[in-house]
């Protein structure tokens, strides 16, 4: 692990400087005994809570199920958040909080950069790789199967021995091999059981594969071995969209149906896994087995089971629903953890409420079910009205003021609005309106002169101060400096370089965990998104690349298309923009090993896209790019397109949905798919006017502002981009703002004065 100390001392390095001004903090003399008097007891050597440890610095550093720490940054990391109150979950420690001057001491070292001395820092230095070893993994991970094979029978030692990160012979033949590459390395003396330096073993990289399964099941696999993030086989067999074959492979051989791991969005479990991937088959076999469906891992089952709308699987789950622990299973099929359509049958509203679920739950901020029901793109009224009329308040208000009709509000004057106030809903906190005079620069190059800077800026604090790469902040920004590049616009390179490799170095730090199933914070849209920005700046293909691929290909369904995990739009809410992009993504860094597989991935995905049914404008514009990147006929992206341009509003602009105003967000992509797939000239006269729509509101400082509609569940802090806590989704509006200016860069187009008042 050499690599990830070196990147957590030139990452803490760098921010410290930030940090500076108070007393320093000695991380030896101040913090480590507040860790090893309070915290390492759950989150040390012997359990890691959420995944987390905080006796080894690697650890700490790469976080729990999330970054925890966020060095340089307390105000956006979630264990300041943690030891100071409850908005990001339980106060730590759980048998009562620290003193006002050890959280002071803590929030002090994070802010001067959580700076943590090697002497301190709890690890181990590893052997190096065998070169032997080494040279054998190329084999495998280029393809090369004859030279694989001469050199393991020149030298078949090495199966037995180690490379990088103290992976195996065995368990690159699984990852980039078949399985005679995998029986041959067996036959060689390799012990299925060895771990790499984070804990996981070849039977975990198997989960896809019924055949090397078994191979290595018969030669003694142990089926309930845990990594360091305590994944087991089962775990990771079922991540994805499990194989019935290889799930009932390891049950077969003694696997714990019922093991459980902590998650980013709560506790995981086999059945629970297979359940939100809607595979019936799967959830019956693990039922009979005897996987544990009580309590709230049954819970998350069951609402993972509506959430794919799988229904085989919601029948099984509702016989077995634990009344008590169901209270608050209306909180996990609404957003943000709820996904687009759950509750668009009012019978499943009433079903779930009749199995025990409280109508008046409140999660997190205080907000109740109906709340974040009215806050939602696709709850219909009748849903609405089956919460209502099983006792919803309509009333309710956060500790902020908002009730279900504000929430409702942010989507404009809707069905949902109407009958809220039929209903006798009052607004509890009417945001007050934000007055902005829109600045236009005098042509689209001098708009993008002026944006570009700004979303460079931002885009390096967002990952100095989240110690997370978003796809809002950072891998948009990449597309448009590369779009503003390519139009001959100045872009700083430096930044561009640094960001990259602030990519490529979280890949890295995240790549043992993907290959047991274990995906960064966002799953699929996070990773495809980045892998995305990393192939636009020409990022070579690497271990860490190949990690996410096959992650992602594994969280691919059936029917070809990824689905979200949650609901927050408009960056998360498309099923058509995931899976164009996940297409996208494994088109640039498919691993050579194993092309062919990923190649019917890809047409999986393409045949979906182009039968997908757009509703939205970014639904639209992503059918449109998924086509273009599929490389359909001409005369299909033409169609899309006209449906596309249907859409475009008497201001030149698109609005998100039908009951928004147009804004950047919307009119930015429309024209990039547009531009993009070639199906418009930059001087089509709609392409102008949308042009001119974004000129006419970009504000003096570069940026756009576009008010935020999806529900917030992240600590907020200032990433250097205007608009408050609107501002992660006007950096995203500004980001597609500038990407399609840029085109139009080398023709001045006259903007016109426009002073306006926008809703906060």
């Not at 305590?230 to 991540?239: C, D, N, S, V, W």
Request: glycine share 8%.
């Amino acid at each position: 692990m050499k690599y990830v100390r070196l990147v957590t001392v030139a990452w803490t390095l760098v921010i410290a400087a930030a940090g500076r001004g108070a007393d320093p903090v000695d991380f030896g003399r101040d913090v480590l005994p507040i860790f090893k008097s309070h915290c390492t007891s759950c989150h040390g050597p012997k359990q890691q809570k959420n995944g987390f440890r905080l006796d080894r610095r690697r650890d700490a550093m790469k976080g729990g199920t999330s970054v925890m720490i966020g060095p340089g940054n307390s105000e956006g990391s979630r264990l300041y958040h943690r030891l100071t109150g409850d908005t990001s979950g339980p106060q730590m420690p759980p048998d009562g909080p620290l003193t006002a001057d050890q959280i002071r001491v803590v929030k002090t070292w994070i802010d001067q950069g959580a700076q943590w001395p090697d002497e301190l820092s709890g690890e181990t230095t590893a052997p190096p790789p065998d070169a032997t070893v080494t040279r054998l993994m190329d084999l495998l991970r280029d393809g090369d199967r004859t030279e694989f094979r001469k050199l393991l029978r020149d030298e078949p030692r090495a199966a037995k021995l180690r490379g990088p990160g103290g992976s195996t012979p065995l368990m690159y033949a699984v990852l980039y091999g078949d399985a005679e590459a995998v029986r041959l390395v067996l036959d060689a003396g390799a012990d299925p059981n060895t771990r790499n330096e984070a804990g996981a073993t070849a039977l975990m990289w198997a989960a896809d594969d019924p055949d090397k399964t078994r191979l290595l099941l018969r030669r003694g696999a142990d089926p309930n071995i845990k990594s360091d993030d305590g994944r087991t086989p089962l775990l990771a067999a079922t991540a994805g969209f499990p194989s019935y074959a290889v799930v009932k492979l390891l049950l077969d051989h003694g696997a714990n149906p019922s093991v459980v791991v902590p998650t980013y969005r709560g506790p995981a479990s086999p059945l629970r896994n297979a359940a939100q991937a809607g595979d019936e088959a799967v959830v019956r076999l693990l039922l009979e087995r005897g996987a544990d469906a009580k309590g709230i891992i049954g819970v998350l089952a069951l609402a993972g089971a509506v959430n794919a709308k799988a229904a085989g699987c919601a029948d099984l789950l509702f016989k077995v629903a634990d009344r008590e622990a169901m209270k608050p299973a209306f909180l996990f099929l609404v957003p943000p953890a709820g996904v687009y359509g759950s509750l668009t049958d009012p019978r499943t509203v009433r079903r779930v409420a009749a199995a025990g679920a409280d109508v008046n739950a409140r999660g997190v901020g205080g907000r109740t079910v109906l709340m974040l029901a009215a806050g939602s793109d696709d709850v219909p009224p009748e849903s609405i009205q089956a919460l209502i009329e099983l006792g919803a308040d309509v009333n309710a208000k956060t500790p902020a003021g908002m009730t279900a009709l504000d929430f409702a509000r942010l989507r404009g004057q809707t069905p949902t609005v109407d009958l809220l106030i039929k209903a006798g809903a009052k607004s509890g906190r009417e945001p007050a309106p934000m007055a902005m005079t829109a600045k236009p620069a005098p042509s689209a190059r001098a708009a993008v002169e002026r944006s570009l800077p700004l979303l460079q800026k931002a885009d390096a604090t967002f990952v100095q101060k989240a110690g997370c790469i978003s796809c809002h902040n950072n891998t948009l920004t990449t597309m448009a400096a590369s779009a503003a590049r390519t139009a001959g616009v100045a872009v700083d390179e430096l930044v561009v370089r640094k960001q990259r490799q602030a990519s490529a170095d979280y890949l890295e730090v995240w790549r043992e965990r993907a290959l047991q199933g274990m995906g960064v914070p966002g799953d699929d849209v996070t990773v495809a998104t980045m892998l995305i920005g990393l192939a636009e700046e020409k990022h070579p293909a690497g271990l860490a690349t190949d990690a996410m691929a096959h992650y992602l290909k594994t969280l691919q369904s059936p029917d070809g298309r990824w689905r979200h995990v949650a609901h927050r739009p408009p960056l998360e809410s498309s099923d058509i923009e995931l899976t164009a992009l996940g297409m996208r993504a494994l088109q640039a860094y498919a691993p050579k090993a194993r092309k062919a597989e990923y190649e019917k991935a890809v047409w999986r995905a393409a045949d979906w896209i182009r039968a997908a049914r757009p509703k939205t404008t970014t639904d639209r514009a992503f059918q449109i790019l998924g086509l273009h990147w599929a490389g359909d006929d001409p005369d299909a992206i033409r169609k899309a397109a006209r449906d596309l341009l249907a859409e475009q509003r008497a201001d030149g602009g698109w609005g998100q949905i039908p009951t928004m105003a147009s804004d950047a967000f919307a009119t930015g992509q429309a024209l990039v798919a547009l531009h993009e797939s070639g199906a418009v000239a930059v001087t089509d006269p709609a392409y102008q006017r949308g042009v001119q729509l974004l000129l006419s509101t970009q504000l003096e400082d570069g940026s756009w502002y576009v008010r935020s509609r999806s529900v917030p569940f992240q600590p907020h802090f200032e990433s250097g981009f205007p608009h408050g806590p609107d501002q992660w989704i006007s950096m995203a509006a500004t980001n597609w703002a500038v990407t399609a200016l840029a085109p139009a860069a080398g023709n001045r187009v006259p903007a016109r004065e426009r002073t306006g008042t926008a809703e906060r």
